[in-house]
């Protein structure tokens, strides 16, 4: 199998609709050949993110949860404290399936 390198400009778009383009390359949905439990996406580089379009109402209430397991461990973060690239990575990860290969996946996600 042979993967391909994609780049991807960033520029004016939306987070949600750049991350559902990039997941589907890096899952492979793309090729002819694509089958949901082997890996068989390509290489996706993404420049210019920057100049990402984010809304700034939304970056306000925008809120990633975390949970430590313990009691009273639920962690809260907003959107508006991250990097684009931050929050770019983490809107892709939550569009990749939730198996042992979404880390394969992210690790050839490239993000400038």
Same mark, same amino acid.
């Given at each position: ?12 778009? &939306?987070?949600?609709?750049?991350? *559902?383009?990039?997941? #589907?390359? =890096? ?5 002819? @050949?694509?089958? /949901?439990y ?23 209430? &925008?809120?990633?949860?975390?949970? *430590?397991?313990?009691? #009273?461990? =639920? ?5 508006? @404290?991250?990097? /684009? ?11 990749l ?12 996600? &490239?993000?400038?």
């Amino acid at each position: 199998m042979t993967r391909i390198t994609h780049t991807v400009d960033a520029t004016l778009m &939306t987070p949600g609709r750049l991350a *559902t383009k990039i997941a #589907g390359l =890096l899952m492979g949905k793309h090729k002819p @050949d694509y089958q /949901p439990y082997s890996d068989c996406g390509d290489l996706v580089k993404v420049i210019n993110v920057a100049k990402l379009k984010l809304n700034p109402k939304r970056l306000a209430k &925008t809120e990633y949860k975390h949970h *430590t397991l313990h009691p #009273g461990g =639920l962690r809260r973060t907003l959107a508006k @404290d991250f990097t /684009p690239a931050e929050i770019m990575r983490k809107t892709v990860n939550n569009m990749l399936p939730k198996n042992k290969l979404r880390i394969r996946m992210l690790k050839r996600l &490239t993000i400038q």
